[in-house]
């Protein structure tokens, strides 16, 4: 039995961002660098300048919309992310959580048709 590598979250992001690059060349899309494995004494730093817990990956200011990527298999939503995707509706932007590539592209398709 042949068992599929499911890809990484970097990699279903980074084709993301590429495939909306193309489709949306004029639309600004930027990744917030929130993940990642730190020292204590950087994480500390990054704190003090402003990261916060919780902030989704993507962000595309046009549109409002906040893009939350997860692993195809295996991504969780963590507390604190779910705190800040409630804030961020309260708010009146949009959140979505997408698991991988295909699943973000077809999300993001319907936000655009339903969009007023």
């Known amino acids: 039995m ?3 590598k499911i890809r990484s979250e970097f990699v279903e992001q980074s084709q993301f961002v590429q495939w ?5 060349p004029n639309v600004l899309i930027y990744a917030t660098p929130n993940g990642g494995a730190r020292s204590p004494s950087t994480a500390a730093r990054l704190k003090v300048e402003g990261v916060v817990a919780g902030i989704p990956d993507l962000f595309i200011p046009e549109w409002k919309l906040w ?18 995707i409630t ?6 932007y949009c ?6 590539f295909d699943d973000a592209v077809s999300k993001v398709t ?5 969009k007023p």
Not at 20 to 24: A, N, S, Y
Not at 95 to 100: D, P
Not at 110 to 114: H, M, Y
Request: glycine content about 10%; overall charge positive; hydrophobic content about 40%.
């Open 20 to 24: 909306f690059r193309r489709q949306h």
């Open 67 to 84: 893009i939350e990527m997860k692993r195809v298999i295996g991504g969780k939503v963590s507390a604190e992310q779910r705190q800040m």
């Open 2 to 4: 042949v068992v599929a």
């Open 87 to 92: 804030y961020l509706h309260s708010v009146g």
């Open 110 to 114: 319907k936000f655009l048709k339903e």
């Open 95 to 100: 959140v979505i959580i997408c698991y991988g």
